[in-house]
């Protein structure tokens, strides 16, 4: 079996329309920008500077309803560190598909 080597990354990722409630339901709102429009432009850098590195992002969409389910069922706290545990999974489960192996 050839060895693959894959330098990628999830990111979370939200939707204009569901960024307001994002703000309502994560416990750590106040490091997140006050708008969409904040948020999506440093998002935006920063994918900009992973990919310029060599780096494959993974944008992980993350819907509020499900992701506080998610959170729950794994006993997070909805911050950061879940949002991120959460687009790693999605890169994980994208990863495993492009190599075949899910």
């Known amino acids: 079996m050839k060895k693959i080597t894959i330098r990628a990354v ?59 389910s998610w959170c729950r069922h794994r006993r997070h706290h909805a911050n950061a560190a879940a949002r991120q545990a959460f687009a790693t999974g999605v890169a994980l489960v994208s990863i495993c598909r492009y190599a075949g192996n899910g």
């Not at 500077?49 to 506080?68: C, H, M, S, W, Y």
Request: charged share 30%; no cysteine; hydrophobic share 35%.
């Open 10 to 68: 999830g990111v979370p990722w939200y939707s204009r329309e569901r960024y307001a409630r994002i703000l309502e339901v994560m416990e750590d709102s106040s490091v997140l920008p006050d708008t969409y429009e904040q948020w999506r432009q440093g998002a935006e850098a920063s994918v900009l500077e992973l990919r310029t590195n060599g780096v494959t992002v993974i944008q992980a969409d993350i819907e509020p309803r499900k992701f506080v």
